[in-house]
Structures are given as structure tokens and as C-alpha cells.
């Protein structure tokens, strides 16, 4: 792993279970996962937490009222996956909910904060997704709500003060006037909090739409952003590539994802992932500019191309140009407009690793693509 800081100040990075297993997981297939995490040399590129999403519980909590896994999924127990996790030098998340069901209507936190977070704790959990699903009480606000989350962090934090706080409070007020303070709460009280609905559908075409979607709920937040604080655009790699998602798609996901500083949680099949897409998720330009330490603030615009940049960590700015347009569109950018004195510049390209030397930027793009580049003055 490239950095054991834990709980860490940078966007979390990792495994979830969720968009390639849904509720069949078992706790062998977690095993597997988390192995091809280390022989992948993912982990090594900084991919070092294995989260449980939905689907881990049993119908029912035990006769003492403590949650507890499903047992034909989870034979020897959560704890023991746990450990299992950690032998592999790896953190382990968990997944619940802040009422009483899960969105699978299997048993949530509601009525037992206390309780779960010192069940979560005994469990040697490091990281907990707090989901904003079904069975909360009559007469809840957003206010009660905030309220729940804030309480359940505050418990989480008191068994473990060392977990990472992961939660949904802002999603479903996406749209309401409730939303930015929920976002403002969020920022107060967790390391990450989800400002996007779930990544749907995914296909091939409907990829762009869905990836420039997440952009555009994302980039008037930025101001939330900050070490040990940070947006959730949602997992990367959702079921790929049984997705239909293409190379080029996976791409423009992560270059969206790191350019807003996401968390960026990998959920597909790792032993169906090709050395190429691999080598995006490895890439280790991609993850500095995500794991930089701040999301993006600044955008310009020529034709339809807009483009978005930050300071780069390896010198200079990184920019994302990404035609918002229906048909393929070229923008023209001068140098000054990226904070270039210089009468010239180099663009490395993060993906090919080409470099060029330009006095101005001129970027071709079709409908919905995307290109990330380092630009520095020549
Ligand atoms: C919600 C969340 C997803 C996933 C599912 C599980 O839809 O947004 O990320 O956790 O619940 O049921």
C-alpha cells in the first residue's frame, strides 16, 4: 500500500462488493477478491480497503439483538473476515443503514446505534457505509435525519476513533432545497458522503451521460471538499466490464472521479479485469491528481468543451476537458487562461503518457469524451 495513514486524510481507495455481486456475496468470494486486490499490485497502488456492501446480514438480529451475517453466506462469521482481511495487510469496511431496513429489507442500524457500533468495533471494522434507506420512524425530517447520522457517527467513533465514517444522508434530498445543508452537515461529521444516485444504467451508452452527470452535481460542492472530508461520487468500475463499459469509458470515469477528488472504491470482478484496465486503475498519474488534496474549483469553457483544472502534484496544473456538447466540438484555450506566463507549454497526456509542446491548447473531443492532461510551462 502506498500510504497506511488510517483513518486517511486523502479520498479513501479501495474494493465494494455492491454493483458486481449486488446481495450474492459470500464470504469466500470476499476472500478472493481481497487476494486479487494484492496479487493485482492494486493494493500496492494505494487500493488497500475491502468493504461489504448490502447483502452481508442476516434476516434477522441474533437473540441478543446484535446484528449478525448471513450464515450460509458468512460461515465463520464477520469477525473472521475481518481478520482474514487484515492478514492480507488490508482495511475492512461494512455497510448499514441509518433506519431500521437496509435498501435490500434486510436489518439496518435504526433503534441500535450503540449497540452496532460497538458490534462494528469488536469486529475490528475500519471503515462503516451508513446508507439512507426504509424503515424510519413517522415524523422524520431532514433535520431528525442529520441528527441520526451526526448521532451514529459520534457512536461509531467512541468504540473506534479511528473508523472512517462513509454515508448517504445528502442523496435522497438531491433536488430539495435540503440538499446543500445536508451536504454541509455531511461535511461536518464524515470523511465521505455520496452527492450522486446510483451509477444507472450501466451500459455502454449510457455511460457518458451518467459519468457528466456525476461532474455536473459535483462541481458546485467543491467548497466541502478538503483533507478528511470528501464528495462521493459513487464506486468506480461498476460491474466492469460486464458493463459494456469500453477502455475509453473506464477512463473518462477515472478521470472525472480524480480531477473531484472521489473516494475511488473499484467494484467489479478483479479476475475479469484485463492487464489494460488494470493499468487505468493503477495508473499513477490518475491517482495523484485524485489523491491531491483538493477537488476541482476552477472552470473555463470555449465551444462546448469546458474545461476544469487544479494543481497538478507532479508540477504544474492538471486539466479535464470534457465536451458537454451533442456532436463533436473543438475548444481553443490560451495559455494564459490555465495561469501560463510562458510563451509555451507541455501537455503530458495522462493515459498515453504522450507529451507535446504547444503555444495553445486546441482539443478536439466527440460527444461526451474526455481528456486529462498535465500542462506546464515550457
Ligand atoms: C443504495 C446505495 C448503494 C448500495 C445499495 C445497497 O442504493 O446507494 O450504493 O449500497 O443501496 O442496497
Redesign the pocket.
Known amino acids: 500500500m502506498t500510504s497506511s495513514e488510517w483513518p486517511p486524510s486523502r479520498p479513501v481507495m479501495g474494493y465494494?462488493t455492491?454493483?458486481q455481486f449486488?446481495?450474492n456475496i459470500t464470504e469466500a468470494e470476499v476472500v478472493r477478491q481481497a487476494q486479487l486486490l494484492v496479487s493485482s499490485g492494486l493494493a500496492a497502488a494505494g487500493y488497500g480497503c475491502v468493504n461489504l456492501?448490502?447483502?452481508w446480514m442476516a434476516a434477522e438480529r441474533a437473540a441478543n439483538g446484535e446484528l449478525t451475517g448471513d450464515a450460509a453466506k458468512f460461515p465463520h462469521g464477520i469477525a473472521w473476515l475481518a481478520d482474514q482481511i487484515h492478514a492480507l495487510g488490508l482495511r475492512f469496511g461494512i455497510?448499514t443503514?441509518i433506519g431500521t431496513r437496509?435498501?435490500?429489507s434486510l436489518p439496518a442500524s435504526g433503534g441500535h446505534y450503540d449497540q452496532d457500533a460497538k458490534t462494528f468495533a469488536s469486529w475490528g471494522v475500519d471503515f462503516v457505509?451508513v446508507?439512507?434507506?426504509g424503515g424510519l420512524p413517522a415524523g422524520t425530517t431532514v433535520d431528525t435525519l442529520t441528527e441520526n447520522f451526526r448521532q451514529f457517527g459520534a457512536y461509531l467513533r467512541r468504540y473506534n476513533p479511528d473508523v472512517v465514517y462513509s454515508q448517504?444522508l445528502p442523496?435522497h434530498q438531491i433536488g430539495k432545497p435540503s440538499f446543500l445543508p445536508a451536504v454541509r452537515a455531511s461535511a461536518e461529521f464524515a470523511h465521505m458522503w455520496?452527492v450522486a444516485?446510483?451509477e444507472y444504467p450501466l451500459t455502454h451508452e449510457g455511460a457518458s451521460s451518467m459519468i457528466l452527470g456525476h461532474l455536473a452535481a459535483d462541481l458546485p460542492l467543491h467548497s466541502f471538499a478538503g483533507p478528511g472530508h470528501w464528495n462521493d461520487l459513487?464506486?468506480i468500475a461498476p460491474a466492469f466490464p460486464g458493463n459494456g463499459w469500453t477502455l475509453e469509458d473506464l477512463c473518462n470515469q477515472l478521470s472525472v472521479w480524480a480531477m473531484e477528488a472521489s473516494p475511488l472504491l473499484i467494484s467489479a470482478d478483479l479476475g475479469a479485469l484485463s492487464p489494460a484496465a488494470l493499468d487505468a486503475l493503477k495508473n499513477p498519474h490518475m491517482i495523484a491528481i485524485d489523491q491531491s488534496g483538493e477537488q476541482c474549483s476552477t472552470v473555463i469553457m470555449n465551444e462546448n468543451i469546458e474545461a476544469l483544472m487544479k494543481p497538478d502534484p507532479a508540477g504544474g496544473i492538471a486539466v479535464l476537458f470534457v465536451n458537454l456538447g451533442p456532436d463533436t466540438s473543438t475548444g481553443h484555450f490560451e495559455l494564459s487562461e490555465f495561469g501560463i506566463n510562458s510563451a509555451s507549454a507541455s501537455g503530458r497526456n495522462v493515459w498515453t503518457g504522450i507529451t507535446t509542446t504547444f503555444t495553445g491548447v486546441s482539443v478536439t473531443l466527440e460527444a461526451g469524451q474526455t481528456t486529462l492532461m498535465q500542462i506546464s510551462a515550457a
Do not use: S
Request: hydrophobic fraction near 15%; aromatic fraction near 12%.
Open positions: 465494494n455492491w454493483y449486488r446481495t456492501d448490502d447483502g455497510y443503514a437496509t435498501c435490500q457505509k446508507d439512507d434507506c448517504e442523496i455520496r444516485h446510483d459513487d464506486m
